[in-house]
């Protein structure tokens, strides 16, 4: 089974521009979540989708935004860039159903690098 | 809210030595989570256990074995005959559900020294 992909793996972007990064699951999980890690913060909770829902965020602002589709593929989005959005953005996948939930997977992650 | 404390910032241990990760957390839940997650050079971070508040229940899998306290929050890790392998950065986390809404500590770096 193919684990859990990222794209792209780095990233160069300037002040002001927006980003979109994709993760596709683990084949069969319906729950993806995004995390970011920087120097300065830590890792932190982005937010997290099951089955296209948005079912939880967490404390970042609105220029985050993600979505899940239908094949449970994610993206996030960060608008108007800033120089403290440069980070390890993370995703992660997991098996759900009925409230039994399974093993966490993690991508690879993608570096972002604000200029 | 939930808050977490890794009071260890770096460990060194010696190859085959017993090691404990330490963490505390606080929260006003009533029910929650725990996990422990490491993320070892490569950068990829690695889901290791995931515990509900309910389950006291101390679980060893391997050579890593949880404890967990409800009664002072705490939830420590033990690596029983550490590995060169073993070396990276663990980190705790309470969350409110499931996987989402997690706190992460700062982090406890472990090295392992052959």
């Known amino acids: 089974k193919a684990g859990v992909t990222q794209t792209p793996r780095y990233l160069i972007k300037t002040r002001g521009q927006q980003v979109t990064l994709s993760c596709s699951p683990i084949s069969g999980h319906r729950s993806v979540s995004w995390y970011q890690q920087t120097p300065g913060q830590g890792l932190q909770f982005l937010f997290e989708y099951f089955s296209e829902t948005q079912r939880n965020k967490g404390n970042f602002p609105g220029r985050f935004s993600g979505r899940q589709f239908s094949n449970s593929r994610s993206e996030m989005n960060v608008s108007t860039l800033e120089l403290g959005d440069s980070a390890l953005y993370l995703c992660a996948s997991s098996w759900e159903d009925r409230g039994r939930i399974d093993t966490q997977y993690f991508g690879p992650g993608t570096r972002l690098t604000v200029l | 809210a939930q808050k977490v404390t890794q009071a260890q910032t770096e460990i060194s241990v010696v190859e085959k030595e017993d090691v404990t990760l330490d963490c505390v957390y606080e929260t006003r839940d009533t029910t929650y989570y725990l996990f422990w997650y490491k993320q070892p050079p490569s950068g990829e971070l690695v889901f290791l256990i995931r515990r509900n508040s309910f389950d006291e229940q101390n679980e060893i899998s391997g050579r890593y074995s949880w404890n967990f306290q409800k009664s002072t929050s705490s939830f420590n890790f033990t690596i029983t005959a550490s590995q060169v392998v073993d070396s990276a950065v663990y980190f705790c986390?309470?969350?409110?559900?499931?996987?989402?809404?997690?706190?992460f500590g700062p982090g406890t770096s472990l090295s392992v020294i052959p």
């Open positions: 986390a309470p969350g409110e559900t499931s996987y989402d809404k997690v706190i």
